[in-house]
């Protein structure tokens, strides 16, 4: 039996936590449906046996004072100030990492990522965040490696996932490591979760990171992003800023994450969603007017990016 230890965080969502404690209690029931013994032993442990949620009171099974040794611990989604979240729940911080030297896994639900990399133990390693708060994470932890295209990361006894609800997912994969595909099929299948998300770039909205102080980089996002439908050119771009082309690559994909060519892809892209979205012009009409010449070089970089055809992502997203 693998003891699970659910953290009622400060600034913790109640339905993170509920969720985690419902589908680990849940498997037990399938386990006994099939004349097996249970496989989870499921507990809230906070600092204290009442923890404050907004207008909710949460009462813990036990303290983190009271427990020893753990199999599994979960760390729910944060919502508000995740600075100050960090904050509040630093008095977690040496049980967590004592636990983790003893052994035991760590599964982290979306945002929560935040509190995790401030322990230290994200760093160097890989972990899937919301596309949202990737600049804001990568700000603060830039030593952990963000994979904001991914739906799920697994790394040394740590499970993360990006997106909102994507956390559900995460749940069944970690039953899958646990327990078997079957089980986590069954799972999937009680409580109507599709199993086969892997990947965030269907959801992603792309944000510039314009966070990094390099004014002459920021002048240039701004001029790509002013006119998606321009067919810029990079040597054209660095000419009109008076910098060398090799150099101003570097400078580029440090403050931003991309190369100029990928960023001008993105923006691009982004512009063709929305016409995808609340147009009714054709993929081609679309793909000219986004400045691809090249009707199937569109379509190339568009599902490079969103995992999706632009006629696939219209019947997805269309209004």
Known sequence: MKNVSILPLHDATLSSIDS???LFSRVNDFMRYQGKPPFYDVRIVGLERNTQLGIYSIRSDQTVAEVNKTDVIVIPLLCGNFQNAIKENQPYTNWLLTQYESGCEIVCLCVGSFFLASTG??????????WAAKNEFTGLFPR???????????????????GGFSY?????????????REVSILASKMFEIDIERRSQNPFSIFIGQKAHGDE??????EWIEKDPTEAFIVEDICKALS???RTFERRFRKC??????????????????????????TVKEIGYETGYNDIDAFRKVFKKITDLSPADYRKKYAV
């Open 20 to 22: 985690c404690y419902q």
């Open 121 to 130: 133990l994200l760093d160097e390693k890989k972990c899937a965040i919301h």
């Open 144 to 162: 952990v490696r963000v994979m904001d295209n991914r739906i799920i990361t697994d790394e040394d006894r740590i499970y993360t996932s990006g």
């Open 168 to 180: 559900l997912n995460l749940i069944l994969y970690v039953f899958e490591k646990h327990l078997g």
């Open 216 to 221: 002459l980089v920021t002048k240039a996002q």
């Open 243 to 245: 910098v060398g082309r």
């Open 256 to 281: 931003t994450g991309n190369s100029i060519a990928e960023y001008i892809q993105r923006v691009k892209v982004e512009f063709a969603k929305q016409q995808l979205e609340t147009g009714s012009k």
